[in-house]
């Protein structure tokens, strides 16, 4: 059953301690992407890595950080220095052609 | 940079047609995309155009982009109750290159 998985759903945390969101597909795909959804707002690139390997910021990378040492991983921490860390985190991945980009079904991060 | 509009919200009757709008502004856009977002879930790709398209067909689905106005448009035939969600517009212009979405129209169908 092929497509990607993001753990856990529901993550909460107090606010000063770093945390990891766990992507994972088993599609073969080569590209990644990490997105921050707020409510009433659409989706707003965190990061995104084309190859193993290497990864760029997207428009906001301040106080979160990746990796992405396998190709079908690519976890996302988002750490105390990001002032407001309570969202919705989806990742996604691009198909061979690059021009499908499909959704995992995301977790909701709450940080008091 | 890069902008797509969307209306924020269509209420519509269920058996009725829904058409959801959106405009960008990037000409080099090459495909443009619809997400449908369910409560608490991830993004569904319904449907994409690529730029040398005028309209594309899917079942109930019909996307329609002017490229001079640079409108996209997706209408959905007989619209039923679990139609309601939040449909995301979206475009890019190459692969592997990011996504730009707009904000979200939220469809709500009524019996």
């Known amino acids: 059953d092929g497509g990607i998985t993001q753990s856990p759903k529901y993550l909460f945390r107090k606010e000063g301690q770093n945390v990891t969101l766990s992507c994972e597909q088993n599609l073969n795909h080569d590209a990644m992407y990490w997105y921050r959804q707020d409510p009433g707002q659409g989706l707003r690139l965190i990061y995104y890595s084309q190859i193993v390997n290497d990864f760029q910021k997207g428009d906001i990378a301040e106080g979160y950080s990746v990796s992405r040492e396998k190709k079908e991983s690519f976890p996302l921490t988002v750490t105390s220095a990001q002032k407001n860390p309570t969202a919705f985190y989806l990742c996604?991945?691009?198909?061979?052609?690059?021009?499908?980009?499909?959704f995992g079904p995301g977790t909701r991060l709450t940080v008091t | 940079g890069e902008d797509v509009e969307q209306s924020l919200f269509l209420s519509v009757r269920e058996g009725d047609s829904s058409v959801i709008n959106c405009t960008y502004t990037d000409s080099s856009s090459t495909y443009l995309y619809w997400y449908k977002q369910e409560p608490g879930a991830g993004l569904q790709l319904l449907t994409y155009i690529f730029s040398n398209m005028d309209m594309k067909q899917d079942q109930r689905l019909t996307v329609l982009l002017n490229k001079k106005d640079k409108h996209l448009s997706l209408r959905i035939a007989d619209t039923q109750t679990g139609d309601s969600a939040i449909y995301f517009c979206a475009e890019t212009y190459t692969g592997y290159s990011t996504l730009t979405f707009g904000k979200g129209t939220m469809l709500l169908v009524s019996p």
């Open positions: 996604a991945s691009t198909s061979g052609q690059g021009y499908e980009q499909y």
